[in-house]
């Protein structure tokens, strides 16, 4: 009782036992008695500041049956334990107190209790799940306070949450002090003999430090991590995608320089690894995946996204190629958007005036979309705008008001076959190498040696960004009513967006600045577990689901349950997760190929509750949490036009070298027709430019087109701008004469 605080000590005392013994009729919580309505004499502190009551003693309260873990024979109770711990709750603290078990065979005599791990692991998930909180050395945390930790949103770091409990136990705390001080006070003025003393509150319980709330919320993830690693190794896909990134290994010292993941076609993780170095050192990550895909008997997959060494000249397969030989069949591409950001580094500036429009002309070059899908979509935004009662309602105005989320999600897109792409890029960079592709200032949006070598270069990589024929590169997920049109809801498997859009994120997994081995390996696991989560839950709903839950086995244990007692599953869309394989992810991985020992982390070890406490200072920075990035970096605008929904092509021959003139032959037309540069007026200002090359771009083509195959091939300078027409110029840049 000595634990206790005195203010509990005497309602707990008589709520507990009689004649000095547990009463049998033990309850699970247990109430404080309230402070009563009216006061007839000087009231005391005590009924004011009680704290709620936690009795955890599975033995006495569900008579289960417990075994000693080192000789197996029952363990029968042996009383209270004799230390009350006291729980940071949500808004205020709350006692728990527990038994003390006993072994009494010949030769054992251990005694136990009930909180310890080993009895903890005999009970059955419903009774376990009672049991809601984390101890710790000094201190104890209630479940429902570690879960504002797991979701790592905007904001939402360790210091805000101490901050934000602080702010709810002093409310909390003065609320009650209030109550008593005012019932107090009623007695204050009363004529008395003799005059009236008041008792002293007791003080507020201090909220323990953000790096204490770290430690707890790893020893949160160490009670899952069997679960997690299974959830994480029970993945497949049939379409893989493959990065590497070097900036979360900044909060690691020592040897690891890069963490590459591999994810499927909607963004969920296959494995995340870290390395020494890329290249052989991910052979064993490979052999591992193809094992897992073995071993589970699932189909291998179809294709496999990557960001470079997608093929090689001359005979022979890659060694990417090789990496994966387990799959013969498995066809590796290149991603569109690192296809395009390494055309767009011949440019000399990305704050070019001209450099949004390349990059969506380059774009329109490699994509074509579906005419049937636009028209449809044309036909829901016009009806749409027709009830918002818009008058004069054009094929123009009906494309201004598409966005680029709508046509990502309603609308699906093609490539255009190697031919076709070579000869479309290479008119566009013949057209914007010249004077054409200059602002008002006359500074060139491309530089003409750097871009020549570079489409040199890359014109080989063309055939590796083709959509490969007989893959579905698109699932519909549902469906969009607009004004009585239905439009289906598709989802993209192009590309590595999504894996980019996690290691952008990932981050921030890891809170602070720095973090050891354990600490930086169990939020890694966590953050992967919960973004896959969330990834696997945007594939499947169609609408918000109305609950939201991690736990795994806990869904497990109510599917299994309500099968046996309602004959269905009350989550049908869970699937538990299969036996961990064994892989090595995150610093496990990096520990195999350095040689190093692995970490034997046991949750009671000293050594594991100083790991836990080793924190870094945390760093004034916002969290951006993990959501996927929802649009395609590659997805351009409709060209506003009020032409037909057919897709342009060219029958034209694909030239046998770069279509990019050379310096000499510009050079030559520049000296014999020299351009005129136009002067800025009022009715033309710079920052006019962007809207005016948007709006007025490929004006009479089709809304679906990309540029014409062949440009204007005028290489004279264009015709002086006057104040009567002083958007002329840069309309001519890309409207074909």
């Known amino acids: 009782m000595k634990t206790i605080p005195l203010q509990d000590q005497k309602w707990i005392s008589v709520a507990l036992w009689k004649h000095q013994r547990l009463r049998t009729d033990l309850k699970l919580w247990y109430d404080p008695p309230e402070p009563a309505l009216i006061y007839h004499q000087a009231p005391t502190p005590e ?135 005012g019932a107090c006070s009623d007695f204050v003025d009363r004529p008395s003999l003799l005059p009236v003393t008041f008792q002293e509150p007791p003080e507020p319980v201090a909220i323990p430090s953000h790096r204490w709330m770290l430690a707890v919320y790893g020893r949160d993830i160490l009670s899952r991590l069997d679960h997690i690693k299974a959830s994480i190794t029970s993945t497949f896909g049939r379409i893989l995608k493959t990065d590497s990134t070097k900036k979360i290994t900044k909060k690691l010292s020592g040897l690891a320089l890069w963490l590459t993941s591999v994810s499927n076609e909607v963004g969920q993780i296959l494995i995340s690894v870290l390395t020494a170095q890329e290249g052989p050192a991910l052979d064993m990550m490979a052999a591992d995946l193809i094992r897992r895909y073995s071993d589970a008997g699932v189909a291998p997959p179809q294709l496999l996204y990557v960001d470079c060494d997608c093929c090689r000249e001359g005979m022979g397969p890659t060694k990417l190629k090789e990496r994966f030989g387990g799959w013969p069949d498995l066809v590796v591409k290149l991603d569109i958007y690192h296809f395009m950001r390494r055309l767009a580094s011949g440019c000399t500036k990305d704050a070019h005036p001209l450099y949004p429009v390349f990059m969506a002309k380059l774009s329109c070059c490699i994509f074509e979309w579906d005419s049937g899908d636009v028209a449809l979509l044309r036909r829901a935004k016009r009806e749409q705008l027709k009830r918002e009662g818009l008058p004069g309602i054009t094929d123009q105005l ?77 699932a519909e997920t549902g469906t969009t009513t607009i004004e009585g049109i239905v439009l289906p809801n598709y989802r993209c498997a192009r590309g590595s967006t999504s894996l980019e859009s996690f290691h952008l994120h990932l981050n921030r997994f890891i809170p602070g600045t720095s973090a050891n081995s354990l600490n930086f390996q169990l939020y890694l ?20 689901p109305s609950m939201l839950s991690y736990s795994g086995d806990l869904v497990h244990c109510v599917n299994t349950y309500s099968v046996k007692v309602l004959g269905r599953k009350l989550v049908p869309s869970f699937q538990p997760p299969a036996v961990y394989t064994g892989e090595l992810i995150g610093i496990d991985y990096l520990y195999r190929q350095t040689g190093r020992a692995m970490q034997d982390v046991h949750p009671d070890s000293e050594e594991t509750d100083q790991m836990l406490e080793d924190v870094g200072t945390e760093a004034d920075l916002e969290d951006e949490g993990f959501e996927d990035a929802g649009l395609d970096p590659t997805i351009e605008r409709l060209d506003l036009s009020s032409g037909s929904s057919a897709i342009a092509s060219s029958s034209a021959p694909v030239p046998s070298h770069p279509t990019i003139p050379p310096a000499s032959l510009l050079a030559a037309a520049a000296t014999a027709s020299p351009s005129v540069s136009p002067a800025i007026t009022p009715a033309a200002p710079q920052q006019q430019l962007a809207v005016d090359l948007l709006t007025r771009v490929s004006s009479g083509t089709t809304a679906v087109t990309t540029l014409p195959a062949s440009l204007s091939t005028a290489t004279a300078g264009p015709p002086a701008v006057t104040s009567a027409a002083p958007e002329q110029q840069m309309v001519s840049l890309f409207v074909t004469r």
Not at 452 to 458: F, L, S, T, Y
């Open 398 to 474: 009906v494309d201004q008001r598409i966005t680029k989320n709508e046509l990502s999600r309603h609308c699906r897109r093609r490539t255009r076959g190697e031919q076709q792409t070579i000869l479309m890029i290479g008119n566009l960079l013949s057209e914007l190498v010249g004077v054409k592709g200059r602002d008002l200032l006359g500074v060139p949006l491309l530089d003409q040696e750097r871009m020549q070598h570079i489409w040199q270069v890359q014109r080989k990589h063309v055939k590796c960004i083709q959509d490969e024929p007989g893959v579905l590169l698109y």
């Open 525 to 544: 696991l966590e953050g992967l577990n919960r973004w896959n989560q969330d990834r696997k839950a945007a594939s499947l709903a169609v609408k918000p």
């Open 47 to 181: 009924r004011f500041f009680t704290n709620r009551l936690l009795l955890w003693m599975p033995y006495h309260l569900w008579k289960v049956r417990l075994s000693c873990p080192v000789c197996g024979k029952q363990l029968t109770g042996y009383g209270a334990h004799k230390r009350a711990r006291q729980v940071l709750d949500v808004d205020r603290y709350y006692l728990m107190m527990t038994e003390t078990l006993w072994c009494s065979s010949v030769g054992c005599k251990t005694s136990y209790i009930s909180t310890s791990k080993t009895i903890l692991d005999q009970l059955d998930l419903a009774h376990k799940q009672e049991f809601r909180l984390i101890l710790t050395k000094r201190y104890a945390c209630d479940m429902r306070v570690i879960r504002f930790l797991r979701e790592r949103t905007l904001g939402n770091s360790p210091t805000r949450l101490v901050r934000q409990l602080m702010e709810n136990h002093s409310e909390e705390w003065l609320k009650r002090l209030s109550r008593y001080l």
